[in-house]
């Protein structure tokens, strides 16, 4: 089924993209809490123990942050992109594509039956399109530190 390879290649770097927001955004959020303060200038006004202890605390963050998001990293599969269109679709249309006929083979009337409806699936399969990414990660961020954080390095 090549008009499937679009709408699956799409939905897959959708979650891809998806894999990067949900396990990368501790980093970012290390990232503006430093550049932040260095942007303000914070760096001359404070005695130099305190911004080398400062900048030994965000190093050991980035590099916390950093193995942390590429622990969770997964790079999905096709058949995961492939299962997320299925989804996205009524009757789920794919999935009745790729299965067979358990029950009345070997039945004229009920082999044409199942035939019929492979092809009203595989017609519906034309109708496939890309499925969006949720790219939300405020169910997982406590407190909006995010937020804070975005909102402290525009500041």
Same mark, same amino acid.
């Given at each position: 089924?090549?008009?499937?390879r679009?709408?699956?290649?799409?939905t897959?770097?959708?979650?891809v993209?998806e894999?990067?927001?949900?396990?990368?955004?501790?980093?970012?959020?290390?990232?503006?809490?430093?550049?932040?303060?260095?942007?303000?200038?914070?760096?001359?006004?404070?005695?130099? +123990?305190?911004?080398w202890?400062?900048?030994?605390?965000?190093?050991? #963050?980035?590099?916390?942050?950093?193995?942390?998001g590429?622990?969770?990293? @997964?790079?999905?599969?096709?058949?995961?992109?492939l +299962?997320?269109?299925? #989804?996205?679709?009524?009757?789920?249309?794919?999935?009745?594509?790729?299965?067979?006929?358990?029950?009345?083979?070997?039945? #004229?009337?009920?082999? #044409?039956?199942? @035939?019929?409806?492979?092809?009203?699936?595989?017609?519906?399969?034309?109708?496939?399109h890309?499925? +969006?990414?949720?790219l @939300?990660?405020?169910? @997982?961020v406590?407190?909006?530190?995010?937020?804070?954080?975005?909102?402290?390095?525009?500041?």
């Amino acid at each position: 089924m090549r008009h499937l390879r679009f709408p699956v290649a799409a939905t897959r770097v959708g979650m891809v993209a998806e894999q990067l927001v949900r396990g990368f955004w501790p980093f970012w959020t290390v990232c503006f809490l430093t550049l932040a303060p260095l942007m303000m200038g914070w760096h001359e006004l404070m005695p130099l +123990e305190v911004f080398w202890g400062v900048a030994v605390v965000s190093v050991i #963050a980035f590099l916390a942050t950093l193995v942390w998001g590429i622990r969770r990293f @997964r790079m999905p599969s096709v058949a995961e992109a492939l +299962e997320r269109v299925d #989804a996205a679709l009524p009757g789920r249309p794919i999935a009745a594509v790729a299965d067979t006929q358990a029950i009345g083979s070997g039945d #004229a009337a009920s082999e #044409a039956v199942w @035939r019929a409806h492979l092809a009203r699936m595989a017609e519906r399969t034309k109708e496939a399109h890309p499925v +969006e990414p949720d790219l @939300r990660v405020s169910d @997982r961020v406590p407190y909006g530190l995010r937020c804070i954080a975005l909102l402290f390095f525009v500041a």
